[in-house]
């Protein structure tokens, strides 16, 4: 092993940016289920590592599990009390869905703080908890980090005819039966963000459009390197 | 730009690999508060960063203000009405510390996943949520990840006798007016590590003493590339 030459200080957002050649930004995006978020995010993910870029997406398969567990997985996986599970897991009410949409933003802000491109696919269908998101980037403590909206607008019938899980049909019918489904687009609202960096329509362009497109707007601001 | 040429697939962590030349750990630090923990996790970043190993330091600077957050912090900054804030908000009774423990974890196994270093140092008092944590590693859904345990042993006296915000004062006077509290190390306990990786005496060796023992462990784990 090499001689140790100690390095007085802490690390600055400079030295990251120095030996990760960028200097990190959060991409969200956001849109109804079957909207095609996470396949233009893994599509992104995949080409800047394919140039250089280190990224890591957040999504459902890595958070829902993980850190925004529910309820019956914290009980069973983590031992939690059902008091305790009931506290802190995740369902799909409205504070809820904020605080599940809070702790992807503040997660998302370290990666992005530690010089990675974060890319973050999550329904996030509220404007106020996409809009907290986007403050806590701008008020981190080493300096605001780049927030980049990326709202993929496929409409309603696009996503509905698509149906990959089956989803649709199931809040179709719990509503059609008198209950309440708490779907996105269904029984529940999206509200489109007022004004995202990027729109995605994929009824008209592909997946590699998109990522052409997002590609180009972080290379026009300086974000990679 | 350079004409996009698409990459099938997602990214595997072998992509990673190649890409930051190191596939990632978490090397967790706990130990009483004063302990020297914050000190040797910072200098063992640097020193990491400085022999061009992307890693992070995750501690209560970056963690108590966003993710982990007290009930009133999620009033004030996030507009969260009172019942959401305690529900979500953490703090310092049992099962807030094994909630704030958890979500350090996930957010390290992440960061690990990612290819970096995740440093965290916490007090993390109890062993059943730093094992959860580790255990949590171990399941990763893109295989196992590393989690190398630091107990940073630095005796409760040396701790006290430091006292840099004056913590320690704060809860003898707590206690000896007849209150509770919770202070770990004055009347909530510390459960040590009973197979940590690496244990670090803070009394007896420097902090280069520290970060050249972590060193030698991840170059004996391959873990530096």
């Known amino acids: 092993m090499a001689r140790i030459v100690f390095h007085a200080g802490t690390v600055t957002r400079t030295d990251r940016a120095a030996l990760l050649k960028q200097t990190g930004?959060?991409?969200?995006?956001?849109?109804?289920?079957?909207?095609?978020?996470?396949?233009?995010?893994?599509?992104?993910?995949?080409?800047?590592?394919?140039?250089?870029?280190?990224?890591?997406?957040?999504?459902?398969?890595?958070?829902?599990?993980?850190?925004?567990?529910?309820?019956?997985?914290?009980?069973?996986?983590?031992?939690?009390?059902?008091?305790?599970?009931?506290?802190?897991?995740?369902?799909?009410?409205?504070?809820?869905?904020?605080?599940?949409?809070?702790?992807?933003?503040?997660?998302?802000?370290?990666?992005?703080?530690?010089?990675?491109?974060?890319?973050?696919?999550?329904?996030?269908?509220?404007?106020?908890?996409?809009?907290?998101?986007?403050?806590?980037?701008?008020?981190?403590?080493?300096?605001?980090?780049?927030f980049i909206e990326v709202y993929v607008n496929t409409p309603l019938e696009t996503c509905e005819g698509r149906d990959p899980k089956g989803l649709y049909k199931q809040a179709r019918a719990t509503v059609a039966a008198g209950a309440s489904a708490g779907f996105t687009g269904i029984d529940d609202p999206y509200e489109p963000p007022l004004n995202p960096e990027i729109t995605f329509d994929a009824t008209a362009h592909s997946t590699a459009d998109g990522v052409t497109a997002i590609l180009r707007y972080l290379e026009e601001k300086k974000l990679l390197g």
């Open 25 to 146: 930004a959060t991409v969200w995006f956001t849109g109804l289920s079957g909207s095609g978020k996470s396949t233009l995010a893994m599509a992104l993910e995949k080409e800047l590592i394919a140039r250089g870029h280190a990224a890591y997406a957040l999504d459902g398969d890595n958070v829902r599990f993980g850190l925004n567990a529910a309820p019956k997985l914290l009980t069973e996986v983590r031992g939690y009390s059902a008091e305790d599970a009931a506290r802190f897991g995740l369902g799909f009410g409205a504070a809820d869905r904020a605080e599940n949409v809070r702790r992807i933003g503040e997660v998302a802000k370290l990666f992005a703080d530690a010089g990675l491109f974060a890319l973050t696919s999550f329904i996030s269908p509220y404007r106020r908890d996409r809009d907290a998101a986007r403050a806590a980037h701008e008020r981190n403590a080493t300096g605001p980090l780049p």
